[in-house]
T-cell receptor
Framework: AQKVTQAQTEISVVEKEDVTLDCVYETRDTTYYLFWYKQPPSGELVFLIRRNSFDEQNEISGRYSWNFQKSTSSFNFTITASQVVDSAVYFCALSGGAGGTSYGKLTFGQGTILTVHP | DTGVSQNPRHKITKRGQNVTFRCDPISEHNRLYWYRQTLGQGPEFLTYFQNEAQLEKSRLLSDRFSAERPKGSFSTLEIQRTEQGDSAMYLC?????????????FGPGTRLLVL
């Protein structure tokens, strides 16, 4: 069975602060994919990033960066210089690789509510 | 590309009634997924289709739930004899296996309230 844990239920920061959202996962698949989604108050899940288990290179996209560490089964997400528009619920998710029983379907964490105050 | 669309966006019904939701995926996406999300939780997988074939159903999907994707394009999710515990957001996602990689893109969801 797969499992995703987001231990931080809520985080509150002031604009321009950096913030890191933690994600820890469990899987028996040798190949798997990790994702981050953003869910603003409107409710629609917005795709942010996909990471393959065989690629541990960290990634940066503008103010967003992701740190994937296979040794600790973690896939953390950092927002640099946070803005009010970053306020949302952020979900980490996991799916198995091709040929596995959990291929394609996403297992989500419980989400982290991020509030950025002006 | 237009995104995934879902209708209706909101549905209020009385316990015992049947409801049907529709999902229109991104055009040419061959995979379509249904998830359910309750308040304060992450989405949970319900079922998915590859083209018109329903390949997997979660144990969360009781006999009162049925999903179809008759022509491999739009999909419907029907809940018969609704119960108050069915109140949730129902999310649809679509994806393509092009290049062997898959990313699911979600619609805005249908929020169901069963009174």
């Amino acid at each position: 069975a797969q499992k995703v844990t987001q231990a931080q239920t809520e985080i509150s920061v002031v604009e321009k602060e950096d913030v890191t959202l933690d994600c820890v996962y469990e899987t028996r698949d040798t190949t798997y994919y990790l994702f981050w989604y953003k869910q603003p108050p409107s409710g629609e899940l917005v795709f942010l990033i996909r990471r393959n288990s065989f690629d541990e290179q960290n990634e940066i996209s503008g103010r967003y960066s992701w740190n994937f560490q296979k040794s600790t089964s973690s896939f953390n997400f950092t927002i640099t210089a946070s803005q009010v528009v970053d306020s949302a619920v952020y979900f980490c998710a996991l799916s198995g690789g091709a040929g596995g029983t959990s291929y394609g379907k996403l297992t989500f964490g419980q989400g982290t509510i991020l509030t950025v105050h002006p | 590309d237009t995104g995934v669309s879902q209708n209706p966006r909101h549905k209020i019904t009385k316990r015992g009634q049947n409801v049907t939701f529709r999902c229109d995926p991104i055009s040419e996406h061959n995979r379509l997924y249904w998830y359910r999300q309750t308040l304060g939780q992450g989405p949970e997988f319900l079922t998915y289709f590859q083209n018109e074939a329903q390949l997997e159903k979660s144990r969360l999907l009781s006999d009162r739930f049925s999903a179809e994707r008759p022509k491999g394009s739009f999909s419907t999710l029907e809940i018969q004899r609704t119960e108050q515990g069915d109140s949730a957001m129902y999310l649809c996602a679509s994806s393509s296996l092009a290049g062997g990689l898959e990313t699911q893109y979600f619609g805005p969801g249908t929020r169901l309230l069963v009174l």
